[in-house]
């Protein structure tokens, strides 16, 4: 069973900063590109930054550039999103997602809530 489970959210005040984590269990860490997604109240889920699999390459969505930086663990089958000079447009539910390089099967996490809020 595939489980991806996020945490590290919560209420940050402007200028602050998060640290989100995703252990994965159940696959093979190292086959899959990971992301962080991010879905804003009324708005669709958006990608905020992305590793590949040996975690050389790195991409991020323009708002986050210079804020946001992901990084992972092969070992310890995780990912994480270190966050910092956070904004009220920062706020939203962080989805962690895992793709296979080879099959191009895709995995999702339930949701972590960021609230940046003064």
């Known amino acids: 069973q595939v489980q991806l489970v996020e945490s590290g959210g919560g209420l940050v005040q402007p200028g602050e900063s998060l640290r989100l984590s995703c252990v994965v269990s159940?696959?093979?860490?190292?086959?899959?590109?990971m992301s962080w997604y991010r879905q804003a109240p009324g708005k669709e889920r958006a990608m905020v930054a992305g590793?590949?699999?040996?975690?050389?390459?790195?991409n991020y969505a323009d708002s986050v550039k210079g804020r946001f930086t992901i990084s992972r663990d092969n070992a310890e089958n995780t990912v994480t999103l270190q966050m910092i000079d956070l904004k009220p447009d920062d706020t939203g539910v962080y989805y962690c997602?895992?793709?296979?390089?080879?099959?191009?099967?895709?995995?999702w996490g339930q949701g972590t809530q960021v609230t940046v809020s003064s």
């Open positions: 159940g696959l093979t860490f190292s086959r899959y590109s």
């Open positions: 590793i590949t699999m040996n975690g050389y390459k790195t």
């Open positions: 997602n895992a793709v296979s390089f080879y099959t191009k099967d895709e995995y």
